[in-house]
Nanobody, 125 residues
Framework: QVQLVESGGGLVQAGGSLRLSCVAS????????MAWFRQAPGKEREFVAA????????YYADSVKGRFTISRDNDKNTVYLQMNSLKPEDTAVYFC??????????????????WGQGTQVTVSS
């Protein structure tokens, strides 16, 4: 299994930027597909972005395309989510997720067996 710890959340104004980090430990990080999900109060968890274990492909929810970028640094066992042009509707708890060598279904939360505790992102209008 992999233990995940998110950081980088905070309060920003609409139009601002924030960079989230997720540090993994416990297994070989380079063999895990990684993703970000988010959940706002009163709403269900939704997919944000994913990156394959090989790092060759990325996937994004339509709502964040062009604004968010997911990346990974295997030497640091870390996955990042760069969030630009933030909107109030981006306000949520952001969760990091990992699964050993996913071959598909990167946007499905049920595919991931490892989750962090989340970091709060609040975007003011």
């Amino acid at each position: 299994q992999v233990q995940l710890v998110e950081s980088g959340g905070g309060l920003v104004q609409a139009g601002g930027s924030l960079r989230l980090s997720c540090v993994a430990s416990g297994r070989i990080f380079s063999s895990y597909s990684m993703a970000w999900f988010r959940q706002a109060p009163g709403k269900e968890r939704e997919f944000v972005a994913a990156i394959t274990w090989s790092g060759g492909s990325t996937y994004y929810a339509d709502s964040v395309k062009g604004r968010f970028t997911i990346s990974r640094d295997n030497d640091k066992n870390t996955v990042y989510l760069q969030m630009n042009s933030l909107k109030p509707e981006d306000t949520a708890v952001y969760f990091c997720a990992a699964q050993f060598r996913l071959s598909g279904g990167y946007d499905a939360s049920v595919r991931y067996g490892n989750w962090g505790q989340g970091t709060q992102v609040t975007v003011s209008s």
